[in-house]
């Protein structure tokens, strides 16, 4: 049974009283600042259990996680003005739960900071949180209860967030790199997860960092553009020329993304993770209309990236050169939200923090 937790569960951040309890009639208590949602807008709605679970991957290892349901937790999609509805329970995690929505932009209420925006959910507990997607881009959640060790051991997924206004790739993945005890995870597998995408159609790879330190992925067999960092999309995307083993190796910050994109050519391209040498997601031509997949034979053997040899995309060398200027900062398209960053050593995680406005139609509290 999962009892729902109200407005007046207790007290919150900072032993503020929540409710008509608060001695200071002009306080409001965090867990009402909800924002405003769109009338009518299409409601995506979503419901993620968190519990304990083994997992047993690929390549045949056995880790005692705490998931979604899943590694990593079910994908998260919506369109531009969408209302995201999450509904959370927490099945059996003693160390409790929350949500987070990490680079995005939400209502003080919804942003799942456990002691600071919410209580966190202990077992048998369930909260929904429900906000406007204002945002485009590749982002992801992860409970904010001791995310040290709660994101670490499973707790996590993607959110992406698409502009109907813009087509969608004919390929388009998402894939999150993970490291928990002795498995590293390219999206939802330490092994090789093949995929087929037609010859000379477009293909967007959303790649995700959901580790607290920093990891170095390469993109093999392929020359490519990226596209988007942190959920900005670029005025003009950094190009990359076609990798071979000792290629450019991209570094994504702790909690980082990258959008790449490219034109899926005649043979294999290749992710690799400098983290396991076991996992590769490997993008191959489909067979065309006449020849059964089977026709072409066993899966493509993954090309091996070598992280030694080859150098880091330095971004902002790549857009400073780009633009003609030194040391400038990436191209920023119209309604960009400037994002820094700042080391929590609380929750040993990077948080993203907004400098830049956006429209508000509800009271926010920014960190
Ligand atoms: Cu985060």
Known sequence: MIAPVGHHAGPIGGGAASGSTAADPGLRPV???????????????????????TITSAAGKTVEAWTFGSLPGPALEAELGDIIEVVLANRDVAAGVTLHWHGYDVPNAMDGVAGG?????????????????????????????????????GLYGTLVVRDPGVPRAATDLVVAGHSLASLTLLGSSDGVQVHEARTGTDARLRLVNTDSLPQRYQLLGTHYSVA???????????????AEASGTILRLPAGGRMDLTFTVPDHPVTLRTEGSSSAAVVLVPAADG???????????????????AGTELDLLAASGQ?????????????????????WTGSSGLWTASHATPTPSTGPHFRK
């Open 31 to 53: 867990t009402e600042l909800t924002g405003e949602l769109p009338q009518g807008a299409p409601v995506r709605h979503f419901e993620l259990t968190a519990r304990q679970q």
């Open 117 to 153: 925006t919410q209580d966190t959910l202990r077992p048998g507990q369930a909260i929904t949180y429900r906000f406007e997607a204002r945002q485009t881009g590749t982002y992801w959640y992860h409970t904010h209860q001791m995310s040290a060790e709660g994101v670490r051991k």
């Open 228 to 242: 988007a960092v942190d959920g900005a999309e670029l005025a003009a995307g950094v190009g990359v020329p076609a």
């Open 290 to 308: 006449a020849t059964p997949p089977a026709a072409h034979g066993a899966a493509p053997t993954p090309a091996t990236a070598d992280f030694r």
């Open 322 to 342: 780009a633009s003609g200027r030194q040391g400038c900062r990436l191209p920023e398209p119209a309604g960009t939200v400037r994002q820094s960053w700042s």
